[in-house]
């Protein structure tokens, strides 16, 4: 075998199918409601770890910024405060009819749209909900309508500010998904504040993006009284065997692992009523949905009523359709007793001016407000410069639990493989057994070919930005040093070949490309890429000590900076290190250099413990 780069996308595979085995087992074990309601305080004791919340609410400071009519309801165009300085605009669709005290209310989260809570899809669910009867709440969420934090980029919007704002956060034990959290809770908090809300008959339904957070903002707000996420439920294994990166807020930390599945976001909610809608030709698998839905109906039929879980499976392809949306109209009219139908009522929706709560229709020129990348700017730098200043020890120890990191103690197999020759050098090649089924590449460049791993006084091991062949071709090479470049998983012939998606799918660490899917996948599992880089790094210094190495320095490049100096800090055999000038952290920097420093490479919650400039000098100084 001359290339590994489908051993990363089985690696993961067989990973997530493990864990659905270990699931179906835990719930075949339910079979009594005693058993159902001790799974489902596990799993809300699993989401909790998930997300972080700020300690104190600040005041909505609600602000209400004009109306418009239809033909039966009233939109309010709104601005709240989700925290300090940070606006969230909203349109509230107030019915005619809405009495103190006795109006249901839906909190509608919106899907991947760009003009946000202008999107025309969206306005429909909203205008049919409230000629119902219901109060609905849209705001817009980060990065979309009038959220945005780079206007005049567009190549940064959407999805795409969601995932730069999510490499920031992780930095310092964070996420985007706990901010768009957040946000949607402090959107309930709002609903509560009204007179007319009716506290037993809160809603919350989306689609897309807005199923993802339907999902997520359910299961951790006991308030909401029923949910119906559309075109997101399937399964996290179903996501991995078809190759599909997702949001960064999609990813909930930690809780696949050990049997944790999509199921059991709604499952933590019952008996609460659910609406689980799907399409047929969406990229969420429908095969997916259906499971999912048959594993959450078994748990409603153990707790006596399964009949307030549904699914609606329709024909067409992602998004919220026509007969979705009377789907979700349909719920609500027999949960919450709207005396109306599932019809969709004849209506016209309005112009993203319109439903502009801002005068300029964007925060960037509100006075005195936060855009998205500013707040988490700040929370960054904020976390940083409190941090508390710690013993060598204390940060080796807490970073191995960030890094969730097994100190290897013995040399890994290798393979012999194909040298390749160029011109005055041989590419000698060794496959290096990380993990069981997972290899990657130790190479070693040689006037001389090598069958097997040669011993030597004075060797280099080269740890690449890319990849360690392509890179050491230029290297002079000198009798007296063994000149070795090893890749680490994801790099070099390791480098995984799916999740291709046109024109960026040469972009390694794109915003949405291979690196980040399977480190997104790592994440849910509730492990550490760059951990396991750092493990990949430290078996091959063993192999190559106990190959007869005497003497190793330990360079590196680019990305590979960062498990190189963690290798060199945790390595149980020291090793000298030549690295270039201090690698500083480029998670407080531009939008060009957070490009380049992938959320593969962002240790959960380093600012919190050190920085890179002082693992660089800990290293060092061993």
């Known amino acids: 075998m001359s290339n590994f780069g489908g051993l990363i996308q089985e690696y993961y595979v067989e990973l997530f199918r493990k864990n659905a085995k270990l699931r179906k087992e835990k719930l075949a074990a339910l079979k009594t409601p005693e058993d159902v309601y001790k799974y489902i305080d596990e799993l809300k004791a699993k989401i909790k770890k998930a997300y972080t919340f700020p300690e104190v609410k600040t005041p909505l400071n609600v602000q209400n910024c004009g109306m418009f009519r239809g033909k039966n309801y009233t939109v309010e165009k709104l601005i709240y405060y989700s925290r300090p300085d940070f606006p969230v605009t909203a349109n509230l669709y107030v019915p005619d009819n809405a009495r103190p005290g006795k109006t249901p209310a839906v909190i509608h989260l919106l899907g991947h749209a760009l003009n946000g809570k202008a999107c025309g899809e969206y306005q429909s669910v909203a205008i049919s909900l409230a000629e119902k009867g219901c109060m609905v709440l849209m705001p817009d969420p980060l990065g979309q309508g009038e959220r945005i934090s780079f206007p005049a980029l567009p190549e940064y919007q959407n999805t795409r500010e969601h995932n730069i704002l999510n490499r920031r956060l992780l930095s310092i034990g964070d996420t985007v998904g706990a901010w768009r959290i957040y946000d949607a809770i402090r959107g309930v908090d709002l609903l509560l504040e009204r007179p007319e809300t009716d506290p037993e008959r809160l809603g919350i339904v989306g689609n897309s993006g807005g199923g993802t957070m339907t999902t997520l903002v359910n299961a951790v707000d006991p308030r909401l009284k029923a949910a119906a996420p559309n075109c997101y439920i399937t399964t996290w294994l179903r996501l991995i065997e078809n190759e599909i990166p997702v949001d960064g807020e999609q990813i909930v930390n930690g809780f696949a692992a050990n049997g944790g599945e999509m199921a059991d976001l709604l499952i933590l909610k019952a008996p609460n009523p659910l609406l689980i809608m799907g399409e047929k030709d969406d990229f969420f698998d429908i095969r997916g949905t259906r499971e999912s839905f048959e594993e959450v109906k078994r748990i409603y039929t153990i707790l006596g009523v399964p009949e307030r879980v549904q699914l609606f499976a329709g024909g067409s392809c992602h998004g919220f359709k026509y007969e979705g949306r009377r789907a979700a109209y349909g719920f609500f009219n027999t949960f919450f007793d709207l005396k109306s139908d599932d019809t969709e009522p004849e209506h016209e929706t309005v112009s993203q001016e319109q439903t502009s709560c801002t005068p300029s229709g964007s925060i960037t020129k509100l006075p ?44 890994p197999s290798y393979r012999q493989l194909r040298p390749k020759y160029g011109d005055g050098a041989v590419d000698n090649r060794y496959g290096v057994e990380t993990e069981p089924n997972l290899i990657t590449t130790l190479h070693l460049i040689s006037p001389s070919m090598y069958m097997h791993i040669p011993a030597g006084a004075e060797a280099e091991l080269y740890i690449p930005n890319l990849s360690s062949a392509d890179e050491l071709k230029e290297r002079k090479l000198f009798p007296d040093l063994l000149l ?59 192999l190559l000590k106990e190959r007869g190495i005497e003497n190793l320095t330990l360079t590196a490049s680019g990305i590979g900076m960062i498990p190189a100096m963690l290798a060199a800090l945790f390595s149980p055999v020291k090793v000298r290190t030549a690295f270039p000038a201090h690698c500083r952290t480029m998670l407080e920097s531009s939008l060009s250099s957070i490009e380049n420093y992938p959320q593969s490479m962002t240790p959960f919650n380093l600012l919190n413990i050190t920085d890179l400039d002082t693992i660089q000098e800990l290293a060092e100084k061993r």
């Open 368 to 411: 005195g407000a936060l855009t998205p990348d500013e707040a988490v700017r700040r929370q960054v730098q904020a976390a940083a410069s409190k941090r508390k200043i710690l013993s060598p020890e204390e940060i080796k120890k807490r970073l191995a639990g960030v890094l969730c990191l097994n100190i290897p103690e013995k040399a």
């Open 484 to 542: 070795f470049g090893f890749d680490f998983r994801g790099v070099g012939e390791s480098m995984p070949k799916g999740c291709d998606q046109g024109a960026w799918a040469d972009d390694l660490f794109g915003l949405y490309r291979r690196d980040y899917h399977y480190d997104a996948m790592a994440r849910l599992m509730g492990f550490s890429v760059p951990g396991k880089r750092c493990e990949d790094i430290i078996k091959a210094i063993l």
